[in-house]
């Protein structure tokens, strides 16, 4: 019988510092998140110093807990894979300079792992992969259309131009006084209100699976303006529920015709915007009326950032022969690309 893979995932690459251990690349053992939120949300944001320092401070504690949880020793372990980027120089550093560590002191080797592919094999924590695959990945930071041939392969068909999709979230949220992160906020104020208010989408040219949402920002905060100096007030539900209609037609219209274009068998879904409940139901009422592409949505606690998506991410680098040296530095521009080989 063949033993079981075990890898030890780290992530500190934005405001959560976590680790986990999963085993054969399906399996969570252990999972454990330790959210700064309350610590940036008076800020309106994350502040990458306040970020940084906090990661210093948790990442240990995270580690030791996530060997009690699993009950294991690091001798269980077989690699430990990392965030390598893209994300915030400060907060990856922290992560990088833990698994170096962790790697030097118990001679394992170190797999470095790009931020999305780890929020792309969050998926497989629950389903098995089917390729060739779509994966839409919404986030904080990225936008994008990915396409894999097989495990471990990424090509991207289309990224955003200019805000990811969670950061108009997020400053549109911000907008209306909510707290950050403002996704949830608006999400749930959304479904209290009506698209009443006409709001542009951005189809780019024909053929793009590029998205562009500062347009759509700028739209939502003119709005606002207008109406406060013209002395009128506008229902926040509604001004949410016709941003979201707006983000969510986008985005759900032109990952659909990636699917079609190019003959995928299954379309998954990636990041912290994969929470969101209008765009969820909306997937699965454009998938629904066809058999011909499987649609995956993870579990919302699997949708933003956690180590359990690095280390399923790791497993399957791990398998590909992929390793870091003990040199490895944080890459906050990191390309997924570069992992294709
Ligand atoms: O993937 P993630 O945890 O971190 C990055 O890698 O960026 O994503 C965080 C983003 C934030 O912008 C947050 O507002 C957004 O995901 N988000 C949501 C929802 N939950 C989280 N956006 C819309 N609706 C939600 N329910
Ligand atoms: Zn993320």
Redesign the pocket.
Known sequence: MKKDQVILGIES??DETAAAIVINGREIAANIVASQIESHKRFGGVVPEIASRHHVEQITVVLEEVLKKADMTMADIDAIAVTEGPGLVGALLIGVNAAKALAFAHNKPLVPVH?IAG?IYANRLTTELKFPLLALVV????TELVYMKEHGHFEVIGETRDDAA??A??KVARVLNMPY????H??RLAHEGSPTIDLPRAWLEEGSYDFSFSGLKSAVINTVHNAEQRGESIAPENLAASFQESVIEVLVTKTKKAAKGYGVKQVIVA???A???GLRSALEKAFADNGEFELVIPPLSL???NAAMIAAAGSVMFEKGIRAELTLNANPGLDIEVFNK
Not at 139 to 142: D, K, N
Not at 181 to 184: A, C
Request: charged share 20%.
């Open positions: 690459s934005c931020h929020h986030s904080g930071g990225h969670g950061e979230y997020d992160p403002g996704g949830p608006i999400d990041g912290g915007v929470a969101n409940k949708c933003t950032d």
